[in-house]
């Protein structure tokens, strides 16, 4: 682990140079046991792919002390990958009229449809990130059988709790915005909503699990087409 400072009341820890399942899982421990060891001191953390950023009050402490607890916390880690995981399962409509690009993924990858939402919804993945846009939960994991490039053309706009592939990770839009990722389906629950408690159903170290629904539980879970 390297340990750095990021600004007058930030370190940034590296725990790889890598970004993988086992990687993040340790990622989410090290966030785990920092937010409770800083207690009132800390601000805030920011889990990323291989990094934990930890911010912290500097009237109460200093780089010194945060980096010899952020030293203690990764020594008191398990070797348990889903340590404090949490399995969350999103349903998701896939149809060609829900994932424009569902069709032309699936051609390109010499499958079926059919094929293609099987492996989609066969995987378990590990929540790598959250960024661009709040809720935006980057997912690593994905079957390279369905990795598929960034659009030559982002759109202008792709519709909330759209479910995207872009090269080996996939994600769901959590409000309206552009992008570039190939749409595969539509997700009906909210990925974030500042109302509520807590803001996402997701955090960096979860597990997400997608199942396919019709076009009927679709709407009637809220979905709008």
Request: with cysteine; charged share 20%.
């Amino acid at each position: 682990m390297r340990i750095e400072v990021a600004s007058e009341n930030a370190l940034i820890a590296y725990l790889s140079d890598e970004s993988n399942e086992k990687v993040s899982a340790q990622v989410n421990q090290l966030n785990t046991n920092v937010r409770k060891a800083l207690g009132s001191t800390l601000i805030d953390t920011v889990p990323s792919y291989a990094s934990l950023l930890v911010i912290y009050d500097a009237l109460e402490t200093d780089h010194f002390a945060v980096a010899s607890t952020i030293v203690s916390a990764a020594e008191s880690m398990s070797n348990d990958d889903d340590a404090g995981a949490s399995i969350v399962e999103l349903p998701v409509y896939y149809n060609t009229e829900s994932g424009p690009d569902l069709e032309q993924l699936a051609q390109n990858a010499n499958l079926s449809v059919d094929e293609v939402i099987e492996i989609h919804s066969g995987t378990t993945y590990p929540v790598y990130a959250i960024g661009f846009a709040p809720g935006f939960a980057y997912l690593g994991g994905l079957d390279a059988r369905i990795a598929a490039p960034r659009l030559a053309t982002p759109r202008q706009k792709v519709p909330k709790g759209a479910v995207a592939i872009a090269d080996q990770q996939t994600a769901v839009y959590p409000s309206e915005s552009p992008g570039g990722w190939n749409l595969i389906g539509l997700c009906p629950i909210d990925m974030f909503n500042p109302d509520s408690e807590p803001h996402m159903p997701v955090t960096v170290g979860d597990r997400i699990k997608f199942k396919p629904i019709s076009r009927e539980e679709f709407i009637a879970l809220g979905g709008e087409l």
